[in-house]
């Protein structure tokens, strides 16, 4: 199996002023950046998941697991947004389920 793709990890958490840093906190902010092995979902279970082939999904496999709070990942630098559908850690890769954020 080839991790040759790069997904990007952001958080969307919503900009506000934190008093105590006197700073504006939040907002778009990268997380994490890892490589990974991507692949499309496939009718089969695209159609078991979401009832329609027409949605575009994505199977994410990376090494590490990833434990952090992420809102949305982009993958091989696209400006598509694709959101966590599943989540899985078999022994060993981890797996994620992703569709397009609307």
């Known amino acids: 199996m ?3 793709n790069n997904v990007k990890f952001y958080s969307d958490e919503a900009e506000h002023y934190d008093p105590t840093s006197g700073e504006w906190v939040g907002g778009e902010k990268l997380i994490a950046e890892v490589i990974a092995n ?8 695209s159609v078991a998941l979401y ?16 434990d952090y709070n992420w809102s949305y990942c982009t ?3 696209g400006n598509t ?8 850690v078999p022994l ?9 954020r609307k």
């Open 81 to 88: 947004q694709y959101i966590a559908n599943t989540k899985r």
């Open 38 to 45: 991507v692949t499309d979902l496939g009718t089969n279970r």
């Open 2 to 4: 080839r991790f040759n």
């Open 75 to 77: 993958i091989d630098g």
């Open 51 to 66: 009832g329609d082939v027409n949605i575009q999904a994505y199977v994410i496999r990376t090494i590490n697991p990833i």
């Open 92 to 100: 060993k890769n981890n797996t994620l389920i992703v569709g397009e």
